[in-house]
């Protein structure tokens, strides 16, 4: 018989990660409406950009499709991740989930972990209608590069948000300061783009978190064409992550007060 003052056996690492990735993905299913809507302004950037002048102006269609992909993980992460996080932190649930034996690290990883896997699906569905709608043909090869880009891009994105939660602890301020910022990346990857806002805004709109991201898509859609540009542009997003992430990280409170 065994003793009431013996320690209760502590699961293996795998086991808590397993068991936080199915409430965590549980709880995605159940807002999943969030998935839709976040495609809906892609979609219609793409149906509205189905014109030859519009490739001209944003130097290509790739630039196109990598807008439209970055709208939509950018909407998921800032608006998304980020408002949903800090929700779950107003309500006490990242407390109740440290006096269980999950690590911290593992509490977070799994939440990253479903968002990272929306952000793939996001930029499939939106890559296979950007290339249908703008008629391109990419390869198997392509399709598999896009998404490695997705997910670069994407952890651009959730390193901001992650940067977000951390510096705000107020739920109402965050989703003030988020609609903002994402209505300021939105207007400088359009309009800085495409040189409306002035040679200097458009320098900046490059190696913005849009920027960047548009010219990494553009880049594995014309593999052809690779050059510095695109290789600046990876090294830059590896940046964003590490800066933020570690923003993230450093200033991350597990609880409102």
């Known amino acids: 018989m065994t003793s009431e003052s013996e320690p209760r056996p502590v699961p293996s690492i795998g086991t808590v990660l397993s068991a936080l990735l199915q409430a965590d993905f549980a709880a995605f299913r159940k807002h999943r409406r969030s998935l839709i809507v976040s495609l809906l302004l ?10 030859p002048r519009a490739a001209q102006t944003f130097d290509g269609v790739g630039y196109i499709i990598g807008l ?27 407390q109740r989930l440290r006096v269980t034996p999950a690590p911290t690290w593992a509490i977070m990883t799994s939440r990253l972990a479903v968002q990272a896997l929306a952000n793939l ?53 965050l989703q003030a300061v988020a ?19 002035g040679s200097f805004w458009q320098d900046v709109s490059r190696w913005s978190p849009v920027g960047v991201a548009m010219t990494m898509y553009a880049g594995v859609l014309d593999v052809g064409a690779w050059g510095a540009t695109d290789t600046g542009a990876v090294a830059a997003a590896f940046g964003y992550i590490v800066i933020c992430t570690a923003i993230g990280v450093r200033w991350f409170r597990w609880d409102a007060s």
């Open 68 to 94: 439209a992909i970055s709208y939509g993980l950018l909407a998921m992460a800032i608006v998304g991740y980020a408002l949903s996080t800090s929700r779950d932190r107003e309500r006490g649930v990242f």
């Open 179 to 197: 609609r903002v910022l994402l209505a300021a990346l939105i207007i400088l990857g359009t309009f800085g783009q495409t040189g409306a806002l």
């Open 121 to 173: 699906i996001l930029a499939l569905i939106v890559v296979i209608v950007g290339t249908r709608i703008h008629n391109l043909s990419p390869s198997i090869g392509q399709y598999l590069l896009v998404l490695l880009v997705s997910a670069l891009a994407g952890g651009v994105f959730l390193a901001i948000a992650q940067a977000l939660v951390g510096l705000i602890r107020s739920t109402d301020t």
């Open 42 to 51: 892609p979609i219609f950037l793409l149906v509205i950009t189905d014109r």
